[in-house]
């Protein structure tokens, strides 16, 4: 499964993004696709994400409010809608897809395939 990331970029405090990843098809019948975000020295951590139908929509508590997770399953993308930036929002924001489970696994090792990854860079 190919994952293809976009929509990252510089951007001033308060500003808003549109991420979006597509997956070049489905590997699972019924699979989660999350976004993860690193900051420069620190750990990859979950953003948000959700499952095949998008029933189940799950947040960071560091983004609830501020951030929209969409899915369009008829095109394979699925869309982080990023508003009210802050600078501590900088990092390189990832969309990874992996088996369904209940709740939402928010472990980057439970994620089996990868997009590359896109830089959002939010300015003070």
């Known amino acids: 499964v190919q994952l293809q990331a976009s929509g990252g970029g510089l951007v001033q405090a308060g500003g808003s993004l549109r991420l979006s990843c597509t997956a070049a098809?489905?590997?699972?019948?019924?699979?989660?696709l999350s976004w993860f975000r690193q900051a420069p020295g620190k750990g990859r951590e979950f953003v948000a994400g959700?499952?095949?139908?998008?029933?189940?929509?799950d947040y960071a508590d560091a983004v609830k409010g501020r951030v929209i997770f969409a899915r369009d399953n008829d095109r394979n993308t699925a869309y982080l809608q990023m508003n009210n930036l802050k600078p501590e929002d900088t990092a390189v924001y990832y969309c990874?897809?992996?088996?369904?489970?209940?709740?939402?696994?928010?472990?980057?090792?439970?994620?089996?395939?990868w997009g590359q990854g896109t830089l959002v860079t939010v300015s003070s």
């Open positions: 098809e489905s590997a699972f019948e019924d699979y989660a």
């Open positions: 990874a897809e992996g088996i369904w489970q209940q709740p939402l696994s928010r472990s980057p090792g439970q994620y089996i395939y």
């Open positions: 959700s499952n095949w139908s998008g029933e189940f929509i």
